[in-house]
């Protein structure tokens, strides 16, 4: 497996340059990029072809690759709103990630499809964005780009069996998992989750998790929490994913280009090394 870092792992308005630099530095093999809102470092909406191709070569020159391009842009144009227009919004965010994935030669993008809340009840979130990704899923087919649904904190898709059936009715090769092993420690067991997904798992994100603090203030830096490295990695050596095991952590209040460095030490442990 290679070890990752995610571009939100570095301070707001670092280069592109430095973090790649300093991902090659720290040991990491690959950089998650995210399309961020307009004004950021990086990719956005507005990003152009030629653009994104001199990101692609930039990463070349540091030995670093790209595979993965996540996003925040899907929580303010969610795929379940019941506004149309929203929706078709967020349908453009990910038409536009899949689109720069193609040019920059990632194979994955990171999808949230939508939140449940008091305005969208859970059957409607589930009808509404599965609808979308159906759409979806043809153009991730055309660009030959898959789709990872991330399990995030939206009240939607609570367990590994709906996981499955949710991605399996897509009907698309293209559309797959995005596993986030601390997302689930407030509900589950990632090492169950990673057994039943099996093979629709196509990316997997890391992060820590104290769920007595049940919070986001429990998310701590990888082997302070109460993941089960050991189960997990196992898990993921059973169902033979060799993929990229991103981190995305807090960063450190003092000192925060010091949580790339460690992170990675806690990445060569998780990954049954000794730390570079």
């Not at 030995?63 to 349908?91: C, H, K, N, Y």
């Not at 169902?239 to 000192?255: M, R, S």
Request: charge should be negative.
């Amino acid at each position: 497996m290679l070890k990752g870092v995610n571009q939100w792992c570095f301070p707001e308005g670092t280069p592109l340059q430095q973090v790649f630099a300093i991902s090659r530095e720290a040991g990491y093999d690959a950089v998650e990029l995210n399309v961020n809102p307009l004004g950021g470092v990086g990719l956005t909406m507005e990003t152009t072809a030629a653009e994104a191709e001199a990101i692609g070569r930039l990463a070349n020159e540091y030995d670093i690759q790209l595979r993965s391009l996540s996003t925040s842009l899907l929580w303010q144009t969610p795929l379940s709103s019941a506004d149309a227009s929203v929706r078709e919004q967020g349908r453009r965010v990910v038409e536009k990630q899949l689109a720069l994935a193609e040019l920059i030669g990632m194979d994955t993008v990171l999808v949230v499809p939508g939140a449940v809340n008091e305005h969208t009840s859970y059957d409607v979130c589930y009808d509404r964005s599965h609808a979308e990704l159906a759409l979806l899923a043809k153009e991730a087919e055309k660009r030959r780009v898959r789709i990872g649904i991330e399990n995030v904190w939206n009240k939607f898709l609570l367990s590994p069996l709906e996981m499955r059936a949710y991605v399996d009715a897509v009907q698309s090769p293209n559309v797959g998992v995005y596993f986030d092993v601390g997302n689930i420690l407030h509900n589950g067991y990632p090492e169950q989750w990673i057994k039943i997904l099996g093979s629709r798992i196509v990316k997997v994100h890391v992060k820590d998790y104290r769920p007595s603090v049940g919070t986001g203030h429990g998310f701590v830096p990888l082997l302070s929490g109460n993941v089960n490295w050991t189960a997990v990695r196992n898990a993921l050596q059973e169902i033979g994913y060799t993929d990229t095991l991103t981190a995305e952590v807090e960063i450190y209040a003092e000192g925060p280009l010091q949580t790339v460095y460690d992170t990675s030490r806690h990445l060569d442990i998780i990954l049954g090394g000794v730390p570079r």
